[in-house]
C-alpha cells in the first residue's frame, strides 16, 4: 500500500508541476523561433538566455519580449509613408513644380508643425 501512495504521489507531481513547465518552456522557445522582426542575433541571445537559465529566462523573455509586428508587416521594413512623401515634396520643388512657399506650407502639413 505505501509504494502505490509514493507512485501515485510522484505521478500526480509530475503531472501538475512538471508537465506545465516543459509546456511553458516550449512555448517559449517556439515564440522565440517563430517571432518575426527580431534579428538572429536578439534570438541568439535570448535562446542561451532561455537554454542556461531556463526558469530566469523564461520568466524575464516573456515579461520583456518585445511586441508581435502587425500580421505581415515586418518592423524593420516598415514604411510611414512620411519620408517618402517628403522626398517627393522635395523632388517636386527641386523641379520647380512647387514653388518655395507651397514646398515649406506642404512640409509643414506633412509634418505637422
Request: aromatic letters at 12%; glycine letters at 10%; hydrophobic letters at 50%.
Amino acid at each position: 500500500m505505501r509504494a502505490f501512495i509514493d507512485d501515485s504521489f510522484v505521478t500526480f507531481a509530475f503531472v501538475v508541476f512538471t508537465v506545465p513547465v516543459l509546456l511553458i518552456y516550449g512555448f517559449a522557445v517556439v515564440d522565440l523561433v517563430t517571432r518575426g522582426g527580431l534579428s538572429w542575433l536578439r534570438k541568439a541571445g535570448w535562446g542561451l538566455g532561455i537554454v542556461l537559465l531556463p526558469a530566469i529566462g523564461i520568466v524575464t523573455y516573456y515579461v520583456m519580449r518585445p511586441a508581435a509586428p502587425p500580421p505581415g508587416k515586418n518592423p524593420d521594413t516598415m514604411d510611414t509613408g512620411v519620408a517618402r512623401a517628403a522626398e517627393d515634396l522635395r523632388a517636386q520643388w527641386r523641379e520647380g513644380v512647387l514653388g518655395e512657399a507651397a514646398y515649406l506650407e506642404a512640409k509643414r502639413e506633412l509634418f505637422r508643425v
